[in-house]
Structure formats: C-alpha cells, structure tokens
C-alpha cells in the first residue's frame, strides 16, 4: 500500500475530519523551521501530515510566549512558504491568525482549485477587522472557523460563560456569514473553545460539551461543523496519560456532534470504549466540575482539576 492509499484508510477510518495543527510556532519543529526560514522542513511537517490522513493542515506561523514574530516577518514569508507547501501536497491549507493581513498575504499566493477550499481561522467577536474577514471569505470561497467562544458585546467581543452564549454566538455569526458571505452551513466550523481540564475553573469544558448538544438541536443550524484544539484539553498533564485523555473527550465530544479535531495526526487520535479506565477518569472529573448549590463555578473547577490528577495517580492506568 502507498502513501496515498494509506492516508486514504486512514481518513476513511477516523469519525471525524482531522486539522493536522503541526505547522504552528507553538511545536518546536515549525519554530525551528519558521526561526530558520527553512521551507524544506515545513515541506517535511506537510508531507509527515498528509501521510497520516490529516484532511487539513494548520499553517500558523504567529509568535508564541517563547517567540516573538512581527507581523512583518510572517507576510515577507508568506509569499516563499505557501507555494512550497503546496508543492508537496494537495491537502488543503487552513490560515490560522487574528489579523486580517495575514490572510490577506496568504490567500494572494494560495493556489486554488476545485478540490482545496481553505480554511480561514478564525472570525470572532473580537477581531479589529470582522468585516474585512468576512468579505475574504466571500472573495475566496473559504471554509471558516468561528470562534463561538466570544459573545457579542458593546465595542467588540466576550468570554462567553455558559452554553446559551455559545449558541447565541454560533447563530450570530451564521446569520453574518450567510448574509455578507454566502455561506452554506457545510461551509462553517464552530468551535465553542476548550480549556485545559486539569485548569478549567471557569467550567469551560463542560460548556463546551453543553453547547454542541444545544446546536445540534437546532434544524437551522444543521450540517454546520463543530471542531476544538484538541491539545489545549491535556495541556499541564503528563506526557505518557495526554493522549488517552484527549481520546476520551474526542469519544464525549463526539457522542453529542463533534465532527472535526485540530490535533496531532502523530497521535492515534480514536474513539474509546466505554470501559475505558481514560474515560471513567474524565467522566468522573467533568462530573466533578459540575457546581452543586450554593457553589462557585471556581470551587467546582478546583475539584474537577483534583478529581483528574488524583485518579491519574492510581497504579492501574
């Protein structure tokens, strides 16, 4: 079997479309690359993904809290880096960057065809430039990832804090986006955010799960995608548990309409059985971070976080 026909069964196999995320300054290999300019290593993170059936790849090449990267730098490389990746493969790109420039620089030199729509991500409540995002993704015929974890407020955007906000946020962004964009709904991706669950004392795990329950249930809102990174759920965990974990939240997740991951194709990212020790350990800690009355949000939160470390500590996992 070739590489394509692997990654083909590989696709085939996975429940959910996968956005390979290893093109991103946060993973040392794309730092290396991007601090080196070296387009043959990002070339080498392209093919490494599409040979393990990623149906997208991330190209985020913004700073971190390790690396400063001025918005200058990226669009002088922009113009180098995108037609070599697309050398390697044809697997679509999805830009991932907050300011209307970077897309601006990389759908110029993206090569379209009838077979890799891109993706731009993302557009929010918060963006300086929502408009202009929203007028791209028209102009270029995009996929586009909303970040639903935003309300809409006075003068911009919000954390939203329950999934009601979440919904309310998806279904606002829909309307501008059918209305100012043309967008079909197989055209959106919602992601209703997803925080560390070994850090979340604001509840976001949980409403992130309650949401996608809450659009799925909407018949107006159907055939629209929902994704989440991935990683951030096992971020502060250790290294030899975080794959299992982020496993049992891809099987909860998908369960109630989760279609789409930005993860690692490097990971045997699956569903689980329900026996699963990884998923009686996350569902007792989610279960945790549930606030009885008269609690705080913060106090579950604390629980839900102590709940996952003490049972990650036990000798039988």
């Known amino acids: ?16 479309k996968l956005i390979g995320e290893l093109m ?53 490389f922009l113009p180098t880096l995108i037609p ?10 999805s830009f991932d960057n907050p300011a209307i420039e970077f897309h601006v620089e990389a759908f110029k030199h993206y090569k379209r065809t009838d077979n890799n729509q891109p993706i731009l ?3 929010a409540a918060s963006r300086e430039d929502l408009d202009g995002m929203i007028d791209l993704v028209a102009r270029y015929d995009t996929k586009v990832i909303v ?4 309300k809409f407020v006075e003068g911009g955007g919000a ?27 197989g055209d959106m991706i919602v992601d209703p955010g997803l925080a560390p669950i070994s850090a979340d004392t604001y509840g976001l795990v949980n409403m992130g799960l309650d949401s996608i329950e809450l659009i799925r249930q909407d018949p107006d809102l159907e055939g629209i995608h929902i994704s989440v990174g991935l990683t951030n759920f096992s971020f502060g965990l250790p290294k030899d548990i975080r794959e299992g974990v982020e496993n049992a939240y891809i099987t909860l997740a998908h369960a109630k309409g989760l279609d789409y991951i930005l993860g690692n194709p490097e990971k045997e990212l699956k569903l689980l059985d329900e026996d699963s020790r990884f998923m009686k350990v ?31 500590n036990e000798d039988d996992l």
Do not use: W
């Open 1 to 16: 079997m070739n590489q394509t026909q692997t990654a083909s069964v590989i696709k085939t196999q996975r429940p959910f």
């Open 24 to 76: 991103n300054n946060s993973f040392a290999r794309a730092a290396r690359a991007f601090q080196a300019r070296d387009v043959t290593k990002f070339q080498e993170l392209a093919r490494l993904q599409s040979d393990l059936g990623a149906n997208f790849l991330t190209l985020n090449i913004d700073g971190t809290q390790r690396m400063m990267v001025k918005m200058q730098e990226m669009l002088e």
């Open 84 to 93: 070599a990746i697309q050398e390697v493969t044809d697997v679509p790109i």
């Open 121 to 123: 991500n993302s557009v």
């Open 147 to 150: 970040m639903a974890s935003e």
């Open 159 to 185: 954390q939203c804090t329950t999934a009601q906000e979440v919904y309310e946020a998806t279904k606002h962004h829909v309307k501008l986006l059918r209305d100012k964009a043309g967008r079909k709904n």
């Open 282 to 312: 996350v569902q007792q800690s989610l279960a945790a971070g549930r606030p009885l009355e008269g609690e705080s949000q913060e106090d579950a939160g604390f629980r839900q976080a102590e709940v996952i470390m003490d049972l990650f």
